[in-house]
C-alpha cells in the first residue's frame, strides 16, 4: 500500500479520535475549570480533596485494589493447575471461562443480588440447612463479590495466555538446576508471569475504580464510591462542573495505575482477547 | 577402563499405547563422551529425560555410581542439562542465569562471581554479565546454556541435540568447542544427536540406535568400519547395501561372483547382507578388474566425485573417487577383502535399512 492510501484509510479513524475522545476531553476539562457562570476556577479540580469526595475515592481505590487482589489469587493458581494438568485444549476451557461475559453485565450483577440479598437463594439454603444467615448485601463486601464476578474474566485472560506460554524447559532447567517446586513458583513462574498479572490488574482495577452500577445495585444506594458521586452529579445534581471536576481527577488516578502495572503489561505480547 | 558410573537397567518406556523403549540396557563410563545417535523419533530424548530425571520409566532402574535414582527428582541428581532449545531464563541476564542453580545451592558471592567469570571465559563469551538472553545470538545462547551447567560441577552433563538449531559454519565450530570443554572439564558427556557426522567427530562411544532398540555400541571407527546390520551400516554414512551369499568362511558369493572377504562363523550358503563403503569400491582398466561394469552416472561433490557403476554382476554400485569417469566408461571393478563387511539377515524390522517413510516428522 502506498503512503496516500494509508492516510486515505486513517480518516475514519482519524475522525473517531476527534469526534469521541479529544472533542469530549476537551469540554470535560472545559467544565472542570470553570464555574456555572463560565468562569475559571479550581475549585471543582480540587474538590476532591473535601471530605466526602475524599472518603469516597479512598473507597473506589480500596475496593478495586481488594477485587484485583482477589481477582489475582483466584486467576493464577488457576493457570497454574491448567498448565500442568497438559489439557489437550485449555482454548476450550477459556472458552467455559468468558462464557459469563457474553450475558448482559446488569442482568450478571442483578443474579449476584438474587444469591446474596436478605431473602436470597444462598440465604434460603442456609435457613433449610439450619447454618445460620449470611448479611452481606449492601455492604462492600458485596460491591467486591459483584466486580470479582464481573472483571475475573479479564483478569483469568491475559494471567492464563502468559502462564500457558512459558515454556516446559524453562521450568525443567529450573529443576535441572536444582530449583524445588517452591523456588521453581517464585523464581521462574511468577516472574514469567508478571506481564501477564500487569495485564490483568491495569483490566480489573481500572473498571472497578470508575465503578458505580455494581455498587447501585449490591450497595442499595448505601455505599458511594466516587463513581456514584460522579454520576449522580451528572444526573441528578445536574451539577456538570463539579461532576467534570471529579471525573478528571479520577482520570489521572486511573492514568497513574495503568502507568504503575502497564509497565509489565507492555512487553506481554501473547496478549490476547 | 574407568568405571560404570550411569546403568540403565531393564528400561522400558510407553506412551499411551507407544512402546517407545523396550527392556533397554545401558551403561556409560566415567569421563567419557557418549553420543546416542539415531534417526528422529527413535527415542534418545526419551533415555535422557530419564536419566535426568524427567520421565520415570515404566519398568527398571537407573543408577548413578552405583545408587539407585530411579525415583529421584531433577533436582535431586548430580547432573545438568542442556536443552536443545538453550531454555535460558529470559527475565535474568547472562550472569543471573548462570548464578541459578550456585545460589540454589547458598554459595558465597564472591565464589558465584568466580564462577561466572570462570565460565564465561570458557566458553569464550568473557564480558557478557550484564546481557540478556535476548540480545544474544544462538551460538551465544547455547554457550550460555553450556556455562550455566557446568558452574555446578557436574559428573554428568546431558545434551539433547544441542547443537541443532545452529547453523553449520557455527555448529562444526561448537563441536571443537564442546570437545575441547569435555577434555577441560574432565567429566561425563551424553550426548544426544541425530547426525551422524557429529557423532563420529566427537565421540567416544557411540550408542546407535533405531525404534526404542540399541543397534550397536562402539568407537566411532567400529561402528563405521563394522556396522553390525544393515541399519547402521546404511545410516551411518553412505554405503553399497548388496544381498550375498556366504558360500564359507571367508567366500561371499556375489550375484554369481564368488569374493574373497575376511568374514567367518557364518552358516553355510547362509543369506547375508554385504556392505561396501563407496569409497571402497575400486575402479580401474576393464582387464584388472575382478568384475566390469559401465559408469552410468557422475557427480562432482568437491573432495571426490559421486560415481553410479552399473556391473556385469546385475548390482549397481555406488562409488567415491577422485579419479573422473566419464559417463558410458567401462571400467573394472575391485574390492579389497577387508572392505566387505558380511552381516546377518535383519532379524526385526529395527534392524533393516531406513526407509523415508518411517521417520516421523519433527515436532
Ligand atoms: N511426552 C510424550 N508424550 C507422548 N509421546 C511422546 C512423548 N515424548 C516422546 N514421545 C514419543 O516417543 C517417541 C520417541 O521420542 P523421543 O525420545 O523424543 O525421540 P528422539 O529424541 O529420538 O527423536 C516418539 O514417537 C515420540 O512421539
Ligand atoms: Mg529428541
Redesign the pocket.
Known amino acids: 500500500m502506498n503512503k496516500n492510501r494509508v492516510q486515505v484509510l486513517s480518516i475514519p479513524y482519524i475522525l473517531w479520535v476527534i469526534g469521541f475522545t479529544v472533542i469530549p476531553l476537551i469540554f470535560v476539562v472545559a467544565k472542570a475549570a470553570t464555574n456555572a457562570e463560565g468562569d475559571f476556577t479550581f475549585e471543582y479540580l480540587l474538590a476532591i480533596f473535601d471530605p466526602v469526595h475524599r472518603k469516597a475515592l479512598l473507597l473506589s481505590v480500596c475496593l478495586a485494589f481488594i477485587s484485583s487482589v482477589i481477582c489475582v489469587l483466584i486467576s493464577y493458581p488457576a493457570a497454574l493447575i491448567l498448565k500442568s494438568a497438559k489439557f489437550k485444549d485449555t482454548k476450550i476451557i477459556m472458552f467455559i471461562m468468558i462464557l459469563p461475559m457474553w450475558m448482559n453485565f446488569i442482568l450478571r450483577i442483578l443474579a449476584i443480588q438474587l444469591l446474596i440479598s436478605k431473602n436470597g437463594v444462598i440465604n434460603h439454603l442456609l435457613s433449610v440447612l439450619h447454618l445460620g444467615q449470611i448479611d452481606i448485601i449492601n455492604t462492600p463486601i458485596a460491591i467486591v463479590i459483584g466486580m470479582v464476578y464481573d472483571y475475573l474474566p479479564y483478569m483469568l485472560l491475559p494471567v492464563l495466555n502468559c502462564v500457558l506460554a512459558i515454556p516446559d524447559d524453562i521450568i525443567e532447567a529450573g529443576k535441572d538446576l536444582g530449583a524445588g517446586k517452591f523456588h521453581v513458583l517464585t523464581k521462574i513462574l511468577i516472574p514469567l508471569s508478571l506481564s501477564g498479572i500487569g495485564s490483568g490488574i491495569t483490566m480489573v482495577f481500572v473498571p472497578s475504580m470508575t465503578e458505580f452500577v455494581i455498587a447501585n445495585i449490591l450497595g442499595g444506594g448505601k455505599i458511594q464510591l466516587l463513581g456514584n458521586i460522579i454520576e449522580q452529579e451528572f444526573s441528578v445534581s445536574m451539577n456538570w462542573n463539579l461532576g467534570s471536576g471529579l471525573s478528571l481527577t479520577l482520570m489521572i488516578f486511573v492514568l497513574i495505575t495503568t502507568l504503575l502495572f502497564g509497565r509489565n503489561s507492555a512487553n506481554n505480547r501473547n496478549f490476547v482477547l | 577402563m574407568s568405571k560404570k558410573l550411569i546403568e540403565l537397567k531393564n528400561i522400558s518406556k510407553s506412551f499411551g499405547s507407544n512402546l517407545v523403549l523396550d527392556e533397554l540396557d545401558l551403561y556409560i563410563r566415567e569421563n567419557e563422551f557418549v553420543t546416542l545417535l539415531g534417526p ?2 527413535c527415542g ?3 533415555i ?1 529425560r530419564i536419566i535426568g530425571g524427567f520421565e520415570t520409566p515404566d519398568i527398571g532402574s537407573v543408577y548413578f555410581d552405583g545408587v539407585d535414582i530411579t525415583k529421584l527428582s531433577p533436582n535431586e541428581r548430580q547432573l545438568n542439562t542442556v536443552f ?1 532449545k538453550y531454555a535460558l531464563f529470559t527475565h535474568m541476564t547472562v550472569a543471573e542465569n548462570i548464578a541459578f542453580g550456585l545460589r540454589l545451592k547458598k554459595k558465597s558471592d564472591s565464589y558465584i562471581k568466580d564462577k561466572i567469570k570462570y565460565a564465561l571465559d570458557l566458553v569464550n563469551l568473557p564480558g557478557y554479565e550484564d546481557r540478556y538472553p535476548d540480545s544474544l545470538s544462538g551460538g551465544q545462547q547455547q554457550r550460555i546454556a553450556i556455562a550455566r551447567a557446568i558452574v555446578n560441577e557436574p559428573k554428568v552433563l546431558l545434551l ?2 544441542p547443537l541443532g538449531a545452529l547453523d553449520l559454519k557455527l555448529r562444526q565450530e561448537m563441536q571443537y568447542e564442546l570437545i575441547r570443554l569435555k577434555n577441560e572439564l574432565g567429566i561425563t558427556f551424553i550426548y ?1 544427536t ?1 547426525d551422524q557426522e557429529e557423532a563420529l567427530t566427537m565421540s567416544d562411544t557411540i550408542v546407535v540406535m533405531n525404534q526404542g532398540y540399541i543397534q550397536q555400541i562402539g568407537t566411532p571407527e567400529s561402528i563405521y568400519n563394522e556396522p553390525t546390520n544393515a541399519f547402521v551400516a546404511d545410516f551411518i554414512g553412505e554405503s553399497n547395501i548388496i544381498d550375498g551369499i556366504m558360500v564359507r568362511d571367508r567366500l561371499v558369493n556375489i550375484g554369481g561372483l564368488d569374493f574373497e572377504c575376511v568374514d567367518e562363523g557364518f552358516g553355510k550358503n547362509e543369506p547375508v547382507d554385504v556392505v561396501i563403503r563407496p569409497e571402497d569400491v575400486e575402479l580401474g582398466s576393464p582387464e584388472g578388474g575382478h568384475t566390469t561394469g559401465t559408469v552410468t552416472s557422475i557427480i562432482f561433490k568437491g573432495v571426490h566425485y559421486e560415481i553410479q557403476v552399473e556391473s556385469a554382476i546385475g548390482i549397481n554400485f555406488m562409488v567415491q573417487t577422485t579419479q573422473n569417469f566419464p559417463v558410458g566408461s567401462f571400467v573394472g571393478i575391485n574390492v579389497i577383502p577387508d572392505n566387505f563387511q558380511i552381516m546377518h539377515k535383519p532379524q526385526s524390522e529395527d534392524e533393516e535399512i531406513l526407509n523415508i517413510e518411517d521417520i516421523p516428522l519433527k ?1
Do not use: F, N, P, W
Open positions: 528422529s523419533g534418545k530424548t526419551t535422557l536443545q539433547d541435540e544426544v541425530h515436532e
